[in-house]
């Protein structure tokens, strides 16, 4: 369906667990996102990375760690979480970051995050 | 600055009937404007992208939308909606405004009854 993997699909958690979603893109491209998306709001942007180095933290808190160890692997690493920050974490791909302002990203389809 | 507004958060049409899904956008540069459909517990999926080329876009499963530089629009349309339609769709803008920019628009879920 799609070149963009994530794992776990569903993830529940309590206020004290660490944990840790895993992206992975087999497309060969240079740039991957974090995406929040929570009911009712705009998908939001956390994170991005553009040949392995971040380029753009969106104001995230802290207790959210992203990790880029090559181009076609992107993790977040959640820590001490909120019961807010439970929403559907998007990871997506595309050519670069350059390149995204006229070509697609490529969706991965998601991790469900609940925060008890 | 960049914004997209999606005008409709909820559109009800009954199967066969057009389709129409309105997005306004504001932009400093000349955009590139993007439709992707997102069904239930599934990642984003591109119907449909302008930039620059020709203003009328044709996509993926029957869907096209019009680049209207006058009116700052980029509605999406359908000529006869299918029960499979029923999904939520989002407008993004996307711009070298402050850097590289893409913004989602709210979305707008589309119901489609028998």
């Known amino acids: 369906e799609t070149g963009v993997t994530q794992t776990p699909r569903h993830l529940v958690m309590g206020m004290t667990n660490k944990k840790s979603l895993k992206c992975e893109q087999h497309?060969?491209?240079?740039?991957m996102y974090w995406y929040k998306q929570s009911a009712k709001k705009p998908l939001e942007l956390m994170f991005v990375?553009?040949?392995?180095?971040?380029?753009e933290n969106n104001s995230v808190p802290s207790r959210f760690s992203p990790e880029c160890p090559n181009s076609s692997h992107l993790f977040l690493h959640l820590h001490t979480l909120q019961p807010e920050d439970s929403a559907l974490y998007l990871c997506?791909?595309?050519?670069?970051?350059?390149?995204?302002?006229?070509?697609?990203?490529?969706f991965g389809p998601g991790t469900r995050l609940t925060v008890l | 600055a960049q914004s997209v507004t999606q005008l409709d958060s909820h559109v009800s049409v009954s199967e066969g009937t057009p389709v129409l899904l309105r997005c306004n956008y504001s932009?400093?540069?000349?955009?590139?404007l993007f439709w992707y459909v997102q069904h239930p517990n599934k990642g984003l999926q591109l119907l449909l992208k302008?930039?620059?080329?020709?203003?009328l876009v044709k996509g993926i499963n029957g869907f096209e939308a019009e680049f209207k530089k006058s009116e700052t629009s980029f509605h999406l349309t359908k000529p006869s909606a299918h029960m499979s339609d029923a999904a939520e769709y989002f407008c993004v803008v996307s711009d070298r405004t402050g850097g590289f920019k893409t913004i989602f628009g709210a979305g707008t879920r589309l119901f489609v009854k028998a």
């Open positions: 932009s400093s540069y000349s955009p590139s």
């Open positions: 990375y553009n040949f392995k180095e971040q380029t």
């Open positions: 302008y930039t620059s080329a020709a203003t």
């Open positions: 497309l060969g491209h240079n740039a």
């Open positions: 997506a791909s595309s050519q670069d970051e350059a390149s995204a302002t006229y070509n697609e990203q490529f």
